[in-house]
């Protein structure tokens, strides 16, 4: 087993050092809560049923029913209805009210592209929770020096996770349970809280881990917006920022906003997915500040006509791009849905 190490250099950097001991104490417990935690296709609907014999119910239950609304667009991903059934129960068994044996709690599937986007997000999240606790350390006057594995050790269960379906959590566990050691090479060297934020390095170690290491993504994922000059238009860039705003928009809960996940630096980060990034810019920015109102018009409209069933002859994209910029309609593709 292999440990690493973030510490700082006496100038405000850090390194990752490596050594080969036995496994620590926290690596031991990083495996255990992966290994329990592993992930299982399943073919059955966790039923809310299981929650009306709870009394009293949780606070946090209740408002979660109350604002818990089934998102339509999901109906063909079997993971999200699962997920959210599946938080339903460890919600109430975390208060000690409702117990099932582990094996039958801990379900779910993923689609592949689910967890390409899991894996990305895991990337770009370890580097900015570990640049914020170099900063931390610093600022306290304290020794900046960290465990590579001590980050890992609750990066799944990080609050970011706390407003997306499931299925990141589970690709964030799948990930590092599958290619801890890769993972943490990766971060290996001499770092500033500034190096380990930066934008194109981090997005190197994206399409490194999810593309070569995990095969959670292809390499067709990382090429998207790296396009010749004269295909850098208006359209393309529209195209490939509805498509991650939608991405995005499947991955939240449905008791949160959209504009809470996309925040103030959707735009700035576009970076940690995207390469080259900054001629998408002009075009995000005036989607984001002017076309707020459109964005969440076409997503909620794909949602209700997915809930009759149907198939919308224009894909979200098309829809945004033909009414923002009058963009011409692209052959619609239907993403895979095998599931791992």
Known sequence: MSRASIGSDGGGGGSIDWSRPQASPMRRKIEKAISKASVKVVNTFIEDTKLKDVDPVPEHIKNFEENYVFDPSARSHKALILDEADDRVKAVEHEGQYQEESDKAE????????????????????????????????????PAAMAGEDILGTLCEDPAFFNMQSYMRWSCMKLL???????????????????????ADNFKRARRICGKHSKACEQKDFQRANATSSQRT??????????DIEMIELARRRNTTLSSHLGGSYCSDLGYRFSPYQWLGDVCEEMIEDRMDGIVGVLEFQRNFHATGLTPDKSTADMMCEEFFKCRVQPKTVPPQDEL
């Not at 990305?120 to 306290?140: M, N, P």
């Not at 349970?177 to 934008?199: I, P, R, S, V």
């Open 177 to 199: 349970g599958d290619n801890m050691n890769e993972f943490l090479a990766e971060f290996a060297g001499q770092f500033t809280a500034t190096d380990l934020m930066n934008k």
């Open 234 to 243: 208006k359209c393309k860039a529209c195209r490939i920022i509805a498509e």
């Open 107 to 142: 379900t779910v599937s993923i689609h592949p592209w689910q967890y390409c986007q899991g894996c990305k997000y895991t990337v770009e999240l370890y580097a900015k929770v570990a640049a914020d606790r170099l900063k931390q350390q610093k600022k306290a006057g304290g």
